[in-house]
Structure formats: C-alpha cells, structure tokens
C-alpha cells in the first residue's frame, strides 16, 4: 500500500497494492499493522459502515463532537464519488480549508479523515456502495455537520446543484462558522 500525504495535515489518500490475475483482483483493503507503520497514526477501528446511494446523493457534511470524535477510512466498493473533507480544527492552520478526491470502483483510493474533521460526499456514478471504518461508535446525540453548500467553504461537488439529493436532516445543517467539535 502507498501512503499520499494531502495539503491538509493528518488526512491521507492510500492506494491498496492490488494483484490482478485471469481470475480478478485481490487486495488488502486494510491493514493494521502497515496502516499505522505508514500513516504514523494510532488508529484503532471499531465500526464498519456501508451505505447505497443513487446518481447526485450527497451525504454531508458530517461529524461527531467531544468524545464521539471519529476519525473514517473510507472507500468505494461499486461507482464513483467524489468524497470531501473539511478541516473544522479552530487551532489548525487550515481551519476552513477542504480537499476532494474522486475514489472510485476502478482506482480503489480511499481517504483517511482525521478526527476533527467534516466528511461528506457525492455520488458521481448511477450508483454507489460507500464503505468506510470508525474508530469511535455512532453516537445519535454527538452528530453535528455543516451545509454542504456554505459559501465560506463554496466546494465544488462536481454536480449542478439542482440535481443533488439530500437529506432532510441535511439540507437544514449550519454554517462553518457554527461547527463545534
Ligand atoms: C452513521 C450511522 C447512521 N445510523 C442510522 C441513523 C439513521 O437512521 C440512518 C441513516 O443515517 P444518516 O442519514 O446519518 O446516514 P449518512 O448520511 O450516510 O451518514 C454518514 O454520512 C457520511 C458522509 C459520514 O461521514 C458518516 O460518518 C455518516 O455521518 O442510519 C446508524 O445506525 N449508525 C451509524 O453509524
């Protein structure tokens, strides 16, 4: 596996070493022990999650405050989407700041999101299968998230904005400004 560091500090792209032979492919899609060695971070993975979603879905922009804090490896299993992290650290030097990669069935990148970040993404393909590990459980009480079109952030999703689908919950989310971890 190769590690890619980011322009935001503690979120890393990682590419599985994939082996392809007449049957198929296999990889590792994680590693404990190679993904602590390489990301120098002490990540211990607790939940596994998987979610479907159509063409314009967008989930987001979420996170989980004080101890509920969850740091995400996440990854897509079948389509493509273009997967988005904020920095929401008020101590960072790049408070505010977002990247985005496209993680896809084909390229099997997958983005390792700190805690203390925002995450959200937009399917790209017809479909999609979203996967993704925590190192801390969901926790109801603990969500808090950020709109996904805060002019502050002004993120491209790659999309027209009318062909978006989202969440009740989601489309009332607030501001950057207001985002308490
Ligand atoms: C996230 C989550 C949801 N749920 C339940 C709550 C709800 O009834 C249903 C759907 O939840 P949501 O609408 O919040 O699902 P979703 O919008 O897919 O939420 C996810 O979005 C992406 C972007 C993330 O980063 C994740 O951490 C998570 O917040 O599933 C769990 O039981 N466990 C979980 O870990």
Known sequence: MTVIETKLEGCFIIEPK????K?????????EKEFQKLTGTNTNFLQDNESYSIRGVLRGLHYQ?????QAKLVRVIK???LDVAVDIRKNSSTFGQYISFELT??????????RGFAHGFVVLSDTAIFAYKCDNYYNKESEGGIIYNDP???IDWKLPEESLL????????????????
Do not use: C, M, W
């Open 18 to 21: 994939v082996f392809e032979d």
């Open 166 to 181: 989202v969440s009740e919950k989601d489309v009332i989310l607030s501001k950057l400004e207001n985002a308490k971890l």
């Open 79 to 81: 389509g493509s989407v």
């Open 23 to 31: 049957r198929g492919y296999f990889f590792e899609s994680f590693n």
């Open 105 to 114: 069935e084909d390229n099997k990148r997958q983005l390792f999101v700190p």
């Open 152 to 154: 502050s952030l002004n």
């Open 65 to 69: 405050t004080g101890i509920h804090a």
